[in-house]
């Protein structure tokens, strides 16, 4: 039997702040995706040895949630993760892969398609958190809920999650989201380290709290109602506040198209994950513009309006 594709996911708004309880919308992003296969070629042998290191710290930490004696047993058949999902870019390679083992070994599976609430969703993120931490150390469990239910993902609290739905894209529209691919991968946990280091500091936490959860919900707000005058005023706030107090996070690459954006009000760029590399999202509401400033980089359109 063919095992499921698991889609890749974008964090449109609430990177960070949803750590400090702000609003958080994520989507899935069917262009990348992944599934658990058997077929011999260079690639499996590499994925498959990570497999095994995975299959361990199953064994030793959800025996009793999952079926780890099918999973090692596949492991030692050759299982792997086929996917296309760039690792280190933001767009949920590892959430996939949890969701995945999470799919076809979890003893007691919750059925996304029957009764789905925010119990069950709550709970689902409160394992995959679990799941997805011999990742990164540490883990939200968003990653891999968002890839294993498929479907945007409200986040008004820590505790208070639903799915959501949005305005229908416009593909003739001028406007666009888009991705910029920095060129170099990111690591997650030493971009987390250097958040948690300013969150040290008083007047840090004061203006993210006063500042960035305000201009981030208020794009949430405006993006779900398709609202965009609002939500082009308030993304300008957010891309200028993350170039003064997110730069550590920003691609070097991309710091001078950034504040071009900022200057130009041609385009607002912001973080697509924890940083550092990887991807970041481009905001816009006259596309072939935007390029013209960003000819040096390869640029992907996720939505159109």
């Known amino acids: 039997m063919k095992n499921p594709l ?37 690639i499996s042998e590499q994925s498959n040895a990570h497999l095994n290191n995975y299959a361990k710290f199953l064994e030793e930490k959800f025996a009793e949630s999952f079926d780890t004696k099918a999973f090692s047993e596949d492991v030692a058949k050759g299982m792997y993760f086929d996917s296309n999902i760039p690792q280190g870019y933001g767009v949920g390679s590892s959430g996939a892969l949890v969701a995945a083992i999470y799919d076809k070994y979890a003893y007691n599976k919750i059925d996304i398609t029957k009764d789905l609430d925010k119990d069950k969703i709550n709970s689902l993120k409160k394992l995959f958190g679990q799941l997805e931490s011999f990742f990164h150390g540490t883990s939200s469990g968003i990653d891999p809920l968002i890839c294993y239910m498929n479907i945007p993902i409200l986040i008004q609290s820590k505790d208070d999650i639903s799915t959501i739905g949005l305005p229908t894209a416009n593909d003739s529209g001028k406007g666009a989201v888009f991705l910029i691919n920095s060129g170099t991968p990111g690591e997650t946990a030493p971009m987390v380290h250097i958040f948690f280091e300013k969150m040290k500091k008083e007047g840090f936490r004061k203006t993210l709290k006063e500042e960035f959860i305000k201009y981030n919900n208020a794009c949430i707000e405006s993006f779900v109602k398709g609202d965009y005058n609002p939500l082009f005023f308030n993304l300008q706030k957010l891309s200028s506040w993350a170039f003064e107090h997110f730069q550590p996070m920003i691609p070097q690459k991309l710091i001078n198209a950034w504040k071009t954006g900022i200057d130009t009000d041609t ?39």
């Open 6 to 42: 698991f889609y890749a996911k974008i964090i449109l708004f609430g990177e960070y702040g949803i750590i400090e309880n702000s609003k958080g919308l994520i989507v899935p992003y069917n262009f990348y995706q992944g599934a658990l296969k058997f077929e011999a070629s260079d």
């Open 267 to 305: 385009y607002y760029l912001k973080l697509c994950g924890s940083g550092g590399g990887g991807y970041v999202l481009g905001f816009t509401q006259d596309y072939e513009k935007a390029k013209n400033h960003l000819k040096d980089f390869q640029t992907e359109i996720i939505y159109k309006f």
